[in-house]
């Protein structure tokens, strides 16, 4: 199963604030955020390509949707929790 890593902002890196940009539906957006970078090694690439399916309402699978989302919220914990 492949893995994903997040890369944890610095702590000199002023947290929440404002961004603005363009989701992958094409929304645009302009919050007050948090910024989590998702780090995908090219060799990780293919594997988590490989089990996506965006045809698919079961892709991606349970499992590897609680990867990412476990990645995600632990950073999204560490980051908010950091004075």
């Known amino acids: ?3 994903i ?3 944890y902002p610095q702590p000199d890196t002023e947290q929440p604030f404002s961004i603005s ?3 992958t539906d094409g ?3 302009d919050e007050e955020s ?3 970078p998702v780090v995908i090694p090219l ?3 293919g594997p988590w390509l490989g089990l996506y399916d965006p045809t698919s309402g079961t892709s991606p699978s349970a499992a590897n949707s609680r990867i990412i989302a476990r990645a995600v919220l632990d950073a999204l ?3 908010a929790e950091t004075p």
């Open 77 to 79: 914990k560490k980051i």
């Open 43 to 45: 060799s990780e690439v």
């Open 5 to 7: 890593l997040i890369d």
């Open 27 to 29: 929304t645009e957006f």
């Open 34 to 36: 948090f910024l989590i």
């Open 21 to 23: 940009g363009q989701d």
């Open 1 to 3: 199963m492949p893995s």
